[in-house]
């Protein structure tokens, strides 16, 4: 299988000098490095300002610091762009771990050198390693790992910025972990988080297995190659998303913004834009809740689909059934013909109902009976009418 291109200079994978095989069937290693070695490699120098990890400085920095930080190039990049930041500083760092494994303890055997890499990476206070298995064969070409990852800072952080997510959110860790045991190995391991406490998950567990195991790891290998973005600066986080689904259609132009409050709604625009879920945008009149209605709408999968408003609190009451839903020729006075309802028109797309909370109790209870069964009945007509709307208020 060809493997593509990763960009990381000064950390190319050592070809030499392979580890033998083992696995967790075998008694657990008690030879070097120790947990209490490598933490004696831990060196604070107050006088000048310097903490060492051996002939490596490091760094200690509030997670609170590092979840700004991190947000914050999510908000300005995207979500592809920061992960793809965030992986390759974990795999340099793993990268340069395992360089000190290798010249402090170059007789190491195969699983303490192994086992070296969970404990640096809980010395180094990123997550909690808990091994569950393994087997490795240098000679053959074979790795297989699994982890639980306990405690994780990234997964912490991520989650208090945007809540439980559908994609896994450890994305240095991940990085550290492909970049240590690939330095060790000798050749590229891919590591993936298959389950993720950003997923809503008790804990985040990942598998390990080399780049011809996994066979399709253009993605996995893609966040480890420098690439340079475009004027990132000129492409807000929703602007790019709303790229990559389709282009705007019409007038309508992707939003624009720099506020906390405003980059805080796009990224919960482009987390729900793919899911089916109602959604509900609130705001004070005229802050732009039918452009982002809107542009949820170009994200969405019903993007090909019709985008219907409604302004609610024009409506008098006595006609909002009527509005909503449609009538039948005959069904009161004045209605000399039949005509479909905006939920009808809005079939196959999205139904925006603006100012909703002027609606009437009994509006918003035919409104919750709608959205319920998916299904309505026009004013005086006899049979119900089956409709696939995404209704936003």
């Not at 298995?133 to 053959?140: G, P, V, W």
């Not at 950003?198 to 253009?218: I, L, P, S, Y």
């Not at 913004?257 to 109602?278: C, E, K, Y």
């Not at 009808?344 to 009994?362: Q, V, W, Y």
């Amino acid at each position: 299988m060809r493997i593509p291109h990763c960009e990381l200079p000064d950390h190319s994978i050592s070809t030499e000098h392979f580890l033998p095989r083992g696995d967790s069937s075998q008694p657990d290693a008690s030879g070097s490095p120790t947990a209490e070695e490598l933490t004696g490699c831990l060196f604070f120098s107050p006088d000048d300002g310097r903490i060492w990890l051996n002939d490596q400085r490091m760094l200690l920095l509030h997670t609170s610091s590092f979840g700004t930080l991190r947000r914050e190039i999510i908000e300005r990049l995207g979500q592809e762009q920061a992960r793809g930041m965030f992986t390759r500083a974990g795999y340099l760092s793993g990268a340069r771990d395992a360089r000190l494994i290798r010249e402090r303890w170059p007789l190491a055997d195969a699983t303490s050198a192994f086992r070296a890499g969970t404990h640096l990476h809980t010395l180094e206070g990123m997550t909690k390693v808990e091994p569950l298995h393994f087997k490795f064969d240098a000679e053959s070409g074979f790795y297989e790992r699994e982890f639980l990852w306990h405690h994780s800072c990234e997964a912490d952080e991520h989650v208090a910025a945007y809540g439980i997510g559908q994609d896994s959110v450890c994305w240095t860790e991940i990085g550290y972990a492909t970049g240590f045991v690939s330095g060790l190995f000798g050749q590229m391991v891919v590591f993936r988080e298959v389950e993720c406490r950003g997923m809503g998950h008790a804990n985040c567990r990942v598998v390990g297995k080399t780049a011809e195991q996994w066979g399709d790891v253009e993605r996995d290998l893609g966040y480890l190659s420098v690439v340079k973005p475009t004027a990132p600066e000129q492409t807000p986080p929703l602007a790019k998303a709303n790229h990559d689904a389709s282009p705007p259609t019409g007038t309508e132009q992707p939003l624009i913004g720099a506020s906390a409050a405003f980059n805080a709604a796009t990224q919960a625009l482009q987390r729900v834009a793919m899911t089916p879920a109602t959604v509900l945008i609130s705001g004070e009149s005229g802050v732009g809740k039918e452009m982002f209605a809107r542009q949820l709408h170009q994200l969405s999968r019903n993007r090909e689909g019709p985008f219907v408003a409604l302004n609610c609190a024009a409506i008098p009451d006595n006609l909002i059934e009527a509005e909503l839903f449609g009538v039948e020729r005959g069904a009161y006075t004045g209605a000399t013909h039949s005509r479909p309802g905006r939920f009808e028109r809005a079939n196959g797309g999205m139904l925006f109902l603006d100012e909703i909370t002027s609606l009437s109790l009994a509006g918003q209870s035919k409104l919750l009976r709608a959205l319920q069964e998916r299904e309505i009945e026009r004013v005086g007509g006899g049979h119900g009418i089956k409709v696939n709307v995404r209704v936003v208020a």
